[in-house]
């Protein structure tokens, strides 16, 4: 054993780092999801998960909470770097892992309506639009495997809208979440089912033994037989390079009384986005405006975002309605060159689930239950 445990007493020491099966960093969506899979697999198991914050600190509890899976001009964007194949993958996992999501909590745990997205184009670009709305036909032959029936379809602004086009794209399938309340049933569930949780622990690195890995963790280190990364924004904290941190902020506005915005809403290819909750508008987004600065993995704001997403709101979204702000936050994305999860081993004993891509809500519950499927039975584990 090694000396000393940072202040930590053997009872402690015992109690939650003591021959530990599984330990899974983040306990984000995929990572409580990891664990519950385990958990299903393992019923004896001693899982542990190490998360840096107090609360689960990238994106699982800062995102607006948007169960979508593409707007027209994000997927026509996505074919350009990415084959047909691919992309209707893509979008195949996004609509099985929200399916997961639901089936998990039930839509009634975590507010679920199915409201629909809408996409809206500045009057600027006029170009964008009519290409985007020249692809409907073409996106839902596309999706046809996925929805067996057409999914995207022009609508008038009913919900007046300024300084947009006259013709909004529509998503009937798309809906929202209450973000809130998501995280709070998953990490219910995981703690009902005895998975233990550690918030304010910093994993700094790892390494794989011959039957086991070390992890060193706030100034001290301890063995797993196995490994699971779901740190997703943080992946490049343990060697995962692949993935770049993503910074995106987002506003809410004080309540706005007799609000009649409902559903969820892009533009500007899908960096912008905004919806009603509680009747306020939540506005993110905005961070093409500094693609550079915002890669990073700091918390925090910018002016010149807050400074965009404020002007959205006064010229587009309520361009006659006096609005005051009550929170401004941001939180981490894990992206990449490519828009498929990284989700693989990574020596023996550790494996990884990250590279969400901005999509965290619809397909991190899926991903978690892969990452602890990459896991083949341990021959002296209890199944």
């Known amino acids: 054993m090694q000396e000393p445990y940072s202040n930590l007493s ?18 984000g969506i995929t990572g409580l999801n990891c664990a519950l899979q385990l958990r299903k697999r393992f019923p004896e198991a001693k899982i542990l998960i190490l998360e840096r914050g107090s609360l689960p600190q990238g994106a699982s509890t800062k995102n607006a909470g948007f169960a979508c899976f593409g707007s027209v001009s994000e997927l026509l ?5 990415h084959s047909e194949d691919e992309v209707l993958k893509l979008v195949k996992m996004r609509v099985e892992g929200l399916k ?83 995280m709070q049933g998953l990490l219910q569930k995981a703690l009902r089912q005895n998975i233990l949780i550690l918030n304010n622990w910093t994993v700094t690195g790892f390494e794989t033994l011959s039957n086991s890995v070390e992890v060193r963790a706030n100034s001290i280190s301890f063995k797993t037989k196995k490994l699971f990364i779901a740190t997703n924004g943080f992946a490049a904290h343990l060697g995962i390079t692949q993935v770049q941190p993503a910074r995106n902020q987002v506003l809410v506005t004080k309540p706005i009384p007799d609000l009649k915005i409902k559903g969820t809403f892009h533009l500007d290819k899908g960096y912008t986005y905004f919806r009603n909750i509680d009747n306020r508008i ?11 600065g915002e890669q ?32 401004r936050w941001s939180g981490i994305l894990g992206v990449g060159a490519q828009k498929k ?35 083949d039975p341990p021959k002296n584990m209890k199944v």
């Open 296 to 327: 990073t993995d700091a918390l925090g704001t910018s002016a010149i975002i807050q400074a965009h997403l404020e002007k959205k709101l006064s010229q587009i979204i309520l361009p006659q309605t006096q609005v005051e702000i009550d929170y």
């Open 77 to 81: 964007s996505d074919l350009e770097r």
């Open 341 to 375: 999860p990284i989700l693989k081993p990574l020596s023996e004993h550790v494996f990884c689930g990250v590279r969400l891509g901005g999509m965290g809500v619809a397909i991190g519950s899926q991903i978690g239950k892969e990452l602890a499927d990459l896991l």
């Open 100 to 182: 997961v999501l639901r089936e998990t909590l039930g839509d009634r745990a975590i507010d679920f309506q199915k409201c629909g997205g809408y996409e809206l184009f500045l009057n600027t670009n006029l170009e964008l639009f009519e290409n985007c709305l020249s692809q409907i036909e073409y996106l839902n032959e596309l999706l046809a495997p996925v929805f067996e029936k057409p999914v995207f379809s022009s609508v008038a602004n009913r919900f007046h809208f300024k300084n947009v086009q006259d013709r909004l794209l529509f998503n009937a399938e798309e809906g929202a979440i209450d973000t809130g309340k998501m």
């Open 282 to 292: 939540l506005l993110g987004g905005g961070r093409n405006l500094d693609l550079t």
């Open 10 to 27: 053997y009872w402690e020491y015992k109690s939650w780092l003591a021959d530990v099966d599984f330990t899974i960093v983040g306990s």
